[in-house]
């Protein structure tokens, strides 16, 4: 990634407490770059390692683009610094990723800017698309794009924030313990939010009370004097939450949730919502349908709140709100309804999508689940599939199970008497697949490393 935002010499050594091994404290760079096949002149070069890539080998592919200068934490074996250029600065720190994170926090620092964080197991990236929506009505915002959410993307999407917003929206995420905690501490949060607690990367995280302790490792580093906002109805969530000290908005459907769901009709244009928020009862018509997104809205709206805005003012804003923002893409042709939410799954998001699928009426359509495998569970994955294929049991008409765990959904759906099939990998389903001829609704889910998207594509080229 580029990042077009002007530093020092001085400033990064300041920033990640490295030592200038060459070069000249004056240089000056124009932005930041962890890519050379994006490198421009005079642009600060990181040498970023990862588990599939280390930045250092490309030294100098980055002093022919013209990098005005390198981050290292590692001289490579085969650089002399003798034969560098005196122009060239060369920074050594203790880690790179580290580094680039330091950077990130002394330009928030710099710049003053406020900070909202969003992290769960599921919903996050719609709720910052919906929360973005909201606010941009009423201050200058940003937010960090695509899957930007990670020890590298929040540092570079937090340094390309160089028009002063008055808030910055930041998604966070996690793989492995102590990711969620090193960045709230880089991004110093006045407002954070915890959309849910499911089963996610527990090969990482280890049990759901890991994911949990992972998660609200976000709400310990956000400023005492700001907001927390969580999801009320997960009792594990909400009585761990009782223990900050900040203010506390809730949201849910639960009795005690601050900003309670209270029924929603389902429209051919979205959805009717009744909502109660400090005894008062709202009621007011969205463009989105399905309760996972309306919750996933409940939790923008607290957001709204919690940056000073009235709950009134903020629903009068709804209609800007589009249905694009939801992660699944819809399509149809003819009879046929195609659902896309190949983006990722874990449980809690399976369930989401098996309730919305659950409210949806078909008449006399039927309903189709083309699901593959939920990664990284695991040596709890055998049994969270399993009961993900008892759910999908009582939702579908006929379910397709693909990948390593396609059996124990098959185990778990069985019960149902309803018809199903499994394959070992997308390309054997690939080579079988046949298209819905009658009206049907095909819903299609799986964890990224499947790849289902190439599903998606072959059934949109036999339906065209």
């Known amino acids: 990634m580029l990042v077009i935002s002007p530093f020092s010499t001085e400033d990064i050594v300041k920033a990640t407490s490295g030592i200038l091994i060459n070069g000249d404290m004056g240089v000056t760079f124009k932005g930041i770059c962890t890519d050379t096949r994006l490198l421009e002149p005079e642009f600060?070069?990181?040498?970023?390692?990862?588990?599939?890539?280390?930045g250092h080998t490309f030294w100098k592919e980055a002093i022919e683009k013209g990098a005005g200068g390198l981050v290292f934490h590692r001289i490579p074996e085969d650089l002399k610094l003798e034969e560098l250029p005196q122009e060239l600065s060369v920074i050594l720190v203790k880690d790179t990723i580290r580094a680039l994170g330091d950077l990130a926090q002394f330009f928030r620092v710099r710049e003053s800017f406020r900070v909202i964080a969003i992290t769960g197991s599921c919903g996050k990236t719609t709720t910052k698309e919906l929360t973005y929506t909201l606010l941009s009505n009423f201050y200058r915002v940003r937010?960090?794009?695509?899957?930007?959410?990670?020890?590298?993307?929040?540092?570079?999407?937090?340094l390309s924030f160089t028009d002063k917003p008055e808030w910055a929206i930041l998604e966070v995420g996690t793989s492995e313990k102590g990711e969620i905690g090193r960045l709230a501490e880089i991004v110093?949060?006045?407002?954070?939010?915890?959309?849910?607690?499911?089963?996610?990367?527990?090969?990482?995280?280890?049990?759901?009370?890991?994911?949990?302790?992972e998660k609200v490792s976000l709400f310990e580093r956000t400023d005492p004097s700001g907001t927390i906002i969580y999801?009320?109805?997960?009792?594990?969530?909400?009585?761990?939450?009782?223990?900050?000290?900040?203010?506390?908005?809730?949201?849910?459907?639960?009795?005690?949730?601050?900003?309670?769901?209270?029924?929603?009709?389902?429209?051919?244009?979205?959805?009717k919502v009744l909502l109660e928020y400090e005894g008062k009862h709202y009621e007011w018509q969205v463009p989105l349908s399905g309760k996972h997104n309306i919750l996933n809205?409940?939790?923008?709206?607290?957001?709204?709140?919690?940056?000073?805005?009235a709950m009134e003012t903020l629903l009068e804003t709804l209609s800007s709100v589009s249905p694009l923002l939801v992660r699944s893409k819809i399509y149809q042709l003819g009879d046929i309804i195609l659902v896309d939410d190949?983006?990722?799954?874990n449980p809690g998001s399976v369930t989401a999508a098996l309730n919305w699928l659950s409210d949806v009426d078909m008449a006399s359509g039927e309903k189709i689940l083309?699901?593959?495998?939920?990664?990284?569970?695991?040596?709890?994955?055998?049994?969270?599939?399993?009961?993900?294929?008892?759910?999908?049991?009582?939702?579908?008409?006929?379910?397709?199970?693909?990948?390593?765990?396609?059996?124990h959904y098959a185990e778990g759906y069985k019960s149902s008497g309803k018809s199903f099939n499994i394959?070992?990998?997308?390309?054997?389903?690939l080579e079988k697949a046949t298209i819905p001829t009658k009206k049907a609704l095909v819903y299609i889910k799986g964890s990224r490393s499947l790849r289902m998207e190439r599903i998606v594509e072959k059934l949109l080229k036999g339906m065209a």
């Open 231 to 271: 999801f009320y109805d997960q009792p594990l969530l909400r009585n761990r939450a009782q223990r900050f000290p900040q203010r506390k908005i809730s949201y849910g459907e639960d009795l005690g949730a601050d900003l309670r769901l209270l029924g929603i009709n389902s429209l051919p244009e979205g959805s």
């Open 297 to 309: 809205l409940l939790g923008a709206l607290a957001i709204g709140v919690a940056t000073g805005l």
């Open 143 to 158: 937010k960090n794009e695509a899957n930007y959410n990670n020890l590298i993307g929040v540092p570079l999407s937090l």
């Open 44 to 54: 600060l070069f990181f040498a970023l390692k990862g588990r599939n890539f280390d």
């Open 423 to 429: 394959y070992k990998r997308v390309e054997d389903f």
């Open 188 to 213: 110093q949060p006045e407002i954070s939010l915890i959309t849910c607690i499911y089963p996610a990367h527990l090969e990482g995280l280890g049990t759901l009370e890991g994911v949990l302790e």
């Open 342 to 345: 190949t983006y990722n799954a």
């Open 370 to 407: 083309i699901l593959g495998d939920m990664k990284e569970l695991g040596e709890e994955a055998p049994r969270y599939h399993r009961e993900i294929g008892e759910l999908a049991g009582f939702v579908v008409d006929r379910a397709i199970f693909i990948g390593d765990m396609a059996e």
